[in-house]
């Protein structure tokens, strides 16, 4: 029954804003932050201020995210990813706003992305801005730190660990080949603010879309509960595919609580 009006949703819209978040990419792997009441599974990500303040937070960072990377790297769209895919592809897709910074979408078919929290894919420094490809970096985390590849772990969100080790302090995390600067990943990190040119991009799309879809996220961060709350300031119907609650839940016309792949594979 939610399915079928999910799928009247979609079709009564021809400019959806759709908001994804870590629902939609578990099942290409890529485990999420929270429960089905929103609340966190296992301990907070690093927050940008350990991450600068301690350059043993970077080692224990680094260390982690390249035994997670080896999975992470290699993970493959899923049927959500490839839904809304076709949902652009059929002209009814304003924009695509993700919370994910595994770049799924994109390698779904996806263009008209915003990636609102960044992309792993790059580690960029802090010091000059040069870029390098995550991959690349990879390569040079194991050249530098051989016997760490030995260690295997469990996955957690977003590339990294569950890397079961006390002593990071061997671990070798180059600086920038440019200027010897701090290397970070080209994401948002906790306690870092989104870009206001990005929130802007977003907000221009979000003004001339007709209904918002949620995909897969709780929207406990408030990155992406600030669209649902400017699309209920607009009038707008919004729509929430999630397994729990969302912060969102008094806004929603319509909410379906099932897996993404399953509620979307209409769209295919």
């Known amino acids: 029954m939610q399915n079928s009006a999910l799928e009247d949703f979609v079709a009564g819209h021809q400019r959806l804003f759709v908001l994804t978040g870590a629902g939609c990419s578990t099942n290409s792997g890529i485990p999420d932050y929270r429960d089905s009441n929103g609340n966190w599974k296992r301990t907070r990500p690093v927050t940008i201020q350990a991450f600068l303040g301690e350059a043993g937070t970077r080692q224990r960072y680094w260390a982690r995210s390249m035994v997670g990377w080896r999975r992470f790297g290699r993970a493959a769209p899923n049927g959500a990813h490839r839904a809304l895919a076709k949902l652009e592809e059929q002209g009814r897709c304003e924009l695509l706003l993700t919370q994910n910074v595994d770049r799924l979408h994109q390698a779904a078919g996806s263009r008209r992305v915003i990636d609102l929290h960044g992309r792993l894919d790059v580690v960029r420094c802090l010091g000059c801005a040069a870029t390098t490809p995550r991959e690349q970096f990879q390569g040079e985390l194991a050249q530098l730190n051989p016997a760490w590849l030995e260690f295997d772990a469990a996955d957690?969100?977003?590339?990294?660990?569950?890397?079961?080790?006390?002593?990071?302090?061997?671990?070798?995390?180059?600086?920038?080949?440019?200027?010897?600067?701090?290397?970070?990943?080209?994401?948002?990190?906790?306690?870092?603010?989104?870009?206001?040119?990005?929130?802007?991009?977003?907000?221009?799309?979000?003004?001339?879309?007709?209904?918002?879809?949620?995909?897969?996220?709780?929207?406990?961060?408030?990155?992406?509960?600030?669209?649902?709350?400017?699309?209920?300031?607009?009038?707008?119907?919004?729509?929430?595919?999630?397994?729990?609650?969302?912060?969102?839940?008094?806004?929603?016309?319509?909410?379906?609580?099932?897996?993404?792949?399953?509620?979307?594979?209409?769209?295919?």
């Open 156 to 268: 957690a969100p977003d590339g990294d660990a569950d890397l079961d080790h006390d002593d990071f302090s061997s671990f070798v995390v180059p600086g920038c080949e440019a200027c010897g600067g701090v290397l970070k990943p080209d994401v948002v990190f906790f306690g870092e603010n989104v870009s206001r040119d990005v929130v802007a991009s977003a907000q221009v799309h979000l003004e001339q879309a007709d209904a918002v879809l949620v995909v897969g996220s709780s929207l406990m961060v408030y990155s992406g509960f600030r669209f649902v709350r400017m699309a209920e300031q607009r009038g707008l119907p919004i729509a929430a595919v999630n397994l729990g609650r969302t912060r969102a839940d008094e806004l929603l016309a319509l909410k379906v609580e099932d897996q993404c792949e399953t509620a979307l594979s209409f769209l295919l």
